[in-house]
Protein backbone atom coordinates (compact mmCIF):
# COMPACT_ATOMS: atom_id res chain seq x y z
CA UNK A 1 0.00 0.00 0.00
CA UNK A 2 1.21 3.88 -0.89
CA UNK A 3 0.89 6.16 1.33
CA UNK A 4 1.00 9.88 0.61
CA UNK A 5 2.62 12.93 2.70
CA UNK A 6 1.61 16.25 1.78
CA UNK A 7 3.16 19.64 4.20
CA UNK A 8 3.97 22.77 3.40
CA UNK A 9 0.24 24.70 2.78
CA UNK A 10 -0.60 27.69 5.20
CA UNK A 11 -1.74 31.40 5.63
CA UNK A 12 0.12 34.07 2.74
CA UNK A 13 -0.65 37.30 1.20
CA UNK A 14 -1.69 37.99 -2.29
CA UNK A 15 0.94 37.65 -4.53
CA UNK A 16 3.31 35.63 -2.23
CA UNK A 17 4.55 32.53 -2.55
CA UNK A 18 4.43 28.57 -1.19
CA UNK A 19 6.23 25.73 -1.94
CA UNK A 20 4.03 22.37 -1.31
CA UNK A 21 5.73 18.44 -0.96
CA UNK A 22 4.39 15.08 -1.25
CA UNK A 23 6.38 12.39 -0.45
CA UNK A 24 5.33 8.79 -1.51
CA UNK A 25 6.24 5.67 0.94
CA UNK A 26 5.34 1.74 0.91
CA UNK A 27 5.09 -0.48 -1.19
CA UNK A 28 6.29 1.00 -4.23
CA UNK A 29 8.10 -0.77 -7.10
CA UNK A 30 7.57 2.10 -9.34
CA UNK A 31 5.43 5.30 -9.78
CA UNK A 32 4.11 6.43 -13.14
CA UNK A 33 2.25 10.21 -12.72
CA UNK A 34 2.69 12.32 -10.03
CA UNK A 35 0.54 15.56 -9.14
CA UNK A 36 -2.00 17.73 -7.37
CA UNK A 37 -5.55 18.41 -7.02
CA UNK A 38 -7.18 20.99 -5.39
CA UNK A 39 -10.75 21.79 -3.85
CA UNK A 40 -12.20 25.22 -2.90
CA UNK A 41 -14.87 25.39 -0.30
CA UNK A 42 -18.79 24.59 -1.76
CA UNK A 43 -16.58 23.70 -5.54
CA UNK A 44 -15.68 20.35 -6.95
CA UNK A 45 -11.79 18.92 -7.23
CA UNK A 46 -9.70 20.15 -10.13
CA UNK A 47 -7.24 19.46 -11.79
CA UNK A 48 -3.63 21.24 -11.10
CA UNK A 49 -0.76 19.91 -12.49
CA UNK A 50 0.99 16.49 -13.09
CA UNK A 51 4.20 15.29 -14.01
CA UNK A 52 5.29 11.86 -15.15
CA UNK A 53 8.24 9.95 -14.17
CA UNK A 54 9.71 10.98 -17.67
CA UNK A 55 9.24 14.98 -16.68
CA UNK A 56 6.42 15.48 -18.93
CA UNK A 57 4.18 18.07 -17.42
CA UNK A 58 0.31 18.89 -17.97
CA UNK A 59 -1.00 22.10 -15.61
CA UNK A 60 -4.24 24.35 -15.69
CA UNK A 61 -4.57 27.07 -17.75
CA UNK A 62 -5.66 28.95 -14.48
CA UNK A 63 -1.94 28.15 -12.99
CA UNK A 64 0.30 28.41 -15.91
CA UNK A 65 3.04 30.84 -15.48
CA UNK A 66 2.43 30.91 -11.60
CA UNK A 67 2.90 27.27 -10.17
CA UNK A 68 5.64 25.27 -11.17
CA UNK A 69 5.33 21.38 -10.43
CA UNK A 70 8.48 19.34 -10.41
CA UNK A 71 9.04 15.67 -8.77
CA UNK A 72 12.37 13.98 -7.59
CA UNK A 73 12.09 10.21 -8.74
CA UNK A 74 14.56 9.18 -6.41
CA UNK A 75 12.84 11.02 -3.48
CA UNK A 76 9.20 9.68 -4.00
CA UNK A 77 8.71 13.23 -3.94
CA UNK A 78 6.79 15.69 -5.81
CA UNK A 79 6.47 19.34 -5.02
CA UNK A 80 4.81 22.20 -6.44
CA UNK A 81 6.18 25.85 -6.32
CA UNK A 82 3.33 28.30 -6.38
CA UNK A 83 3.93 32.01 -6.75
CA UNK A 84 1.64 35.22 -7.53
CA UNK A 85 -0.58 33.71 -5.75
CA UNK A 86 -4.75 34.97 -5.68
CA UNK A 87 -7.33 34.42 -3.23
CA UNK A 88 -8.75 32.15 -5.20
CA UNK A 89 -5.88 29.73 -5.41
CA UNK A 90 -6.92 29.45 -2.00
CA UNK A 91 -8.58 25.54 -1.34
CA UNK A 92 -7.50 21.95 0.39
CA UNK A 93 -4.54 21.05 -2.30
CA UNK A 94 -4.51 16.98 -2.64
CA UNK A 95 -1.19 15.36 -3.65
CA UNK A 96 -2.19 12.08 -6.38
CA UNK A 97 0.22 9.47 -6.77
CA UNK A 98 -0.47 6.34 -10.11
CA UNK A 99 1.95 3.49 -8.22
CA UNK A 100 2.44 -0.24 -8.55
CA UNK A 101 3.81 -2.26 -5.51
CA UNK A 102 5.41 -5.06 -7.85
CA UNK A 103 6.74 -5.55 -11.31
CA UNK A 104 3.80 -7.27 -12.71
CA UNK A 105 1.06 -5.59 -10.95
CA UNK A 106 -1.59 -2.42 -12.22
CA UNK A 107 -0.94 0.78 -11.63
CA UNK A 108 -2.90 2.23 -8.33
CA UNK A 109 -4.32 5.77 -7.56
CA UNK A 110 -3.77 6.81 -4.30
CA UNK A 111 -4.95 10.35 -2.83
CA UNK A 112 -2.80 12.14 -0.02
CA UNK A 113 -5.23 13.95 3.12
CA UNK A 114 -4.80 17.55 1.99
CA UNK A 115 -3.08 20.63 3.00
CA UNK A 116 -4.56 23.91 3.85
CA UNK A 117 -3.40 27.10 1.27
CA UNK A 118 -5.26 30.17 2.35
CA UNK A 119 -4.30 33.08 0.37
CA UNK A 120 -5.71 36.28 2.30
CA UNK A 121 -4.43 39.65 3.49
Known amino acids: QVHLVESGGGLVQPGGSLRLSCAASGSIFSINGMGWYRQAPGKQREFVAT???????NSAESVKGRFTISRDNAKNTVYLQMSSLKPEDTAVYYC???????????????WGQGTQVTVSS
Open 51 to 57: VTSSGSI
Open 96 to 110: IAEARPTSDSVYIVT
